[in-house]
């Protein structure tokens, strides 16, 4: 059961009711307090590069538990374009080789990095083409062929919160031999993952939606077994053994995911993104899912009551819902919900509507009544 403690952790919760989590979320005051006690301590010389070295240890092993990986695969990265970058740039390309994308579905970050290649001449893109507005494991599976290198997706839609197969589409890149990377910032905190199981090679998310952490700070996954393929694009002193050596410099990368961290890490944000783990963790995956799916339920009866068309489809919906009304104007709908101090975003013409644990039935119930109101003005 939901406790006022979590809704306690949230204060923006006491003036707004905020749905858009897809977006970015609110820190919760457990995360904020961890960075300010870091800055604290750290402005009274209380942290040697041991105990900031534990802390960043601490919260990779977190997210490596989350998704079923180990703390050496795991990396800092600023955010999820960053990590997705690195694979793009660092991996040992050969000729011929061909990355497969749905341009047309993925956010920014997904697409920029694997167009550049084919843009450099560095390896052929192949476009998944939607016809649903969704991924089809059908026509993924016609469009890999023999020198298809890499298949890169999101672990959810993040205009449509349709959710991906990751298992199925894992299960077709081994039976193929093909790098599978997945843009998971959709999803992780919310949905469970498990890298080995669904044959995850790469995977990148950072704190700033579901995980409910700060900007900045988010992490790559690399499976060991093929962390060697790829060569860090940027260097430094922590990319080698010797990384504490700096007197004598010995050129020799590091055999794990720690490879990709070239410098100095982040250790404030690290300490707020390791708490907001520490958070999910406690509240636990599968719980937040169950109510997030419980609330969208109830949101969807409501909309479609008042004529609306609603999206996705229960079967691929699980903590995203987005809908519009035939009649009347999107952004006109939007800016009411916005007047009326609910936080939602609008995504390809369509309100998106994305709550998270702390959120209640009288808030998707408010944002109903709300838009019953605007609706009613419509007419007159």
Same mark, same amino acid.
Request: charged fraction near 20%.
């Given at each position: 059961m939901r406790s006022a403690r979590y809704r306690d952790e949230f204060p923006i919760s006491k003036s707004l009711i905020n749905l858009n989590h897809a977006g970015v979320s609110p820190p919760s005051q457990?995360?904020?307090?961890?960075? @300010? @006690?870091?800055?604290?301590?750290?402005?009274?010389?209380?942290?040697?590069?041991?105990?900031?070295?534990?802390?960043?240890?601490?919260?990779?092993?977190?997210?490596?538990?989350?998704?079923?990986?180990?703390?050496?695969?795991?990396?800092?990265?600023?955010n999820t374009s960053h990590g997705i970058s690195i694979v793009a740039n660092g991996l040992n390309w050969r000729e011929g080789d061909r990355v497969m994308v749905a341009t047309s579905l993925e956010?920014?970050?997904n697409v920029y990095p694997w167009v550049d290649l084919e843009e450099r001449g560095i390896a052929k893109l192949d476009i998944i083409e939607s016809s649903n507005g969704g991924l089809d494991i059908g026509t993924i599976k016609r469009c890999f062929r023999k020198e298809t290198r890499l298949l890169a997706v999101s672990s959810a839609n993040y205009a449509t919160g349709e959710v991906t197969n990751l298992q199925k589409l894992g299960d077709l890149c081994r039976a193929h031999d093909v790098l599978f990377c997945v843009d998971g910032i959709q999803t992780l905190g919310v949905l469970p993952t498990d890298v080995k199981a669904m044959g995850i090679h790469f995977l990148s998310a950072d704190s700033h939606k579901w995980l409910l952490g700060v900007m900045g700070i988010g992490c790559l996954y690399v499976?060991?077994?093929?962390?060697?393929?790829?060569?860090?694009?940027?260097?430094?002193?922590?990319?080698?053994?010797?990384?504490?050596?700096?007197?004598?410099?010995?050129?020799?990368?590091?055999?794990?995911?720690?490879?990709?961290?070239?410098?100095?890490?982040?250790?404030?944000?690290?300490?707020?993104?390791?708490?907001?783990?520490?958070?999910?963790d406690e509240i636990g995956v599968e719980e937040i899912g169950r109510h997030i799916a419980d609330l969208l339920q109830l949101l969807s009866v409501k909309l479609l009551e008042l004529g609306c068309d609603v999206s996705p489809s229960p079967s691929v919906r699980r903590h995203i819902l987005t809908?519009?009304?035939?009649?009347?104007?999107?952004?006109?709908?939007?800016d009411g919900l916005t007047e009326a101090n609910i936080l939602v975003s609008m995504r390809r013409g369509r309100i998106r509507v994305s709550p998270h644990y702390y959120n209640t039935e009288e808030e998707v119930y408010r944002l109903a009544e709300v838009m019953e109101s605007l609706l009613n003005i419509s007419k007159d």
């Open positions: 457990s995360c904020i307090n961890a960075v @300010n @006690n870091f800055l604290q301590e750290h402005a009274k010389g209380q942290h040697g590069f041991e105990d900031l070295e534990a802390i960043a240890d601490e919260c990779r092993n977190r997210f490596a538990e989350l998704i079923g990986g180990c703390q050496q695969e795991v990396a800092f990265v600023r956010y920014p970050s499976d060991s077994e093929i962390v060697e393929q790829v060569h860090p694009p940027l260097l430094g002193w922590r990319s080698t053994i010797n990384r504490w050596d700096f007197d004598q410099p010995q050129f020799d990368l590091i055999k794990d995911s720690g490879r990709f961290e070239e410098g100095s890490l982040p250790y404030p944000l690290i300490a707020g993104f390791n708490q907001s783990l520490n958070l999910i809908f519009k009304h035939n009649v009347v104007d999107t952004q006109w709908l939007l």
